[in-house]
């Protein structure tokens, strides 16, 4: 079953400070994996998005990892800011004919001045 | 701003109102989805439309009726709903429904069905 896992559920950091935010996934064929952050009350932004030759990529202090063998994933977040402060969401494309989109439940993250 | 905009942003229904959510992209977008997001549960495809004509329905109940008169709206027409449809209603926009194409997303629109 294509299933994308996402930890922690929640984080608070202090500003300043780095986290790092987890997802795993059973996704087959995989095409894809694109984080997203989320405010409050708004619609998902991309952050970035991966494919399978691509172990990181950098949106200004937001750097994904991905290692395709052992289906994980991370997002780095350096120097974190109050503006952070979002829902973080793992999404996974899954390839060939399905074209679907496997979305996790997301990690919420809270930064305090 | 992402270059789709939803009205209303909130919108409070009872169970034997008709209304309808209403999407718009300015991005020149072939492709545009509905989604559900609900508390506690992963963001939940509806509708998919590719140049106007729908590709994808993803066992959606029929009181949920979508529609999409060209490439650059899209409605989401409500009838007779239940609580348990409460949510945000998200509205998305990519170039093409291929899997390598960006989704962007509108602000949503926060549904309570009373």
């Known amino acids: 079953k294509n299933q994308v896992e996402q930890s922690p559920q929640s984080l608070i950091i202090l500003e300043g400070k780095n986290c790092t935010l987890q997802?795993?996934?059973?996704?087959?064929?995989?095409?894809?994996l694109r984080w997203y952050k989320q405010d409050t009350g708004r619609g998902p932004v991309s952050l970035t998005i991966?494919?399978?030759s691509e172990n990181t990529k950098s949106n200004g202090r937001y750097t994904a990892t991905l290692d395709a063998d052992t289906k994980q994933s991370s997002l780095h977040i350096t120097a974190s800011q109050l503006s952070d402060s979002a829902s973080y969401i793992c999404?996974?494309?899954?390839?060939?004919?399905?074209?679907?989109?496997?979305w996790g439940l997301g990690t919420s993250l809270a930064v305090n001045p | 701003e992402t270059g789709v905009t939803q009205t209303p942003r909130h919108l409070v229904m009872g169970m034997t109102n008709k209304k309808s959510l209403k999407c718009e992209q300015h991005l020149g977008h072939n492709a545009m989805y509905w989604y559900k997001q609900s508390a506690k549960k992963p963001l939940e495809l509806m509708f998919v439309y590719s140049l106007e004509e729908r590709v994808e329905n993803n066992s959606v109940p029929s009181r949920f009726s979508p529609e999409c008169p060209n490439s650059s709206h899209l409605f989401l027409h409500l009838h007779t709903l239940q609580p348990e449809d409460s949510a945000l209603y998200l509205c998305?926009?990519?170039?093409?429904?291929?899997?390598?194409?960006?989704?962007?997303f509108g602000p949503g629109t926060r549904l309570t069905v009373t």
């Open positions: 999404v996974v494309s899954a390839g060939g004919n399905n074209r679907k989109l496997i």
């Open positions: 991966m494919t399978f």
């Open positions: 998305a926009s990519s170039q093409a429904i291929a899997d390598a194409y960006e989704q962007y």
């Open positions: 997802c795993n996934y059973t996704v087959s064929p995989f095409s894809n």
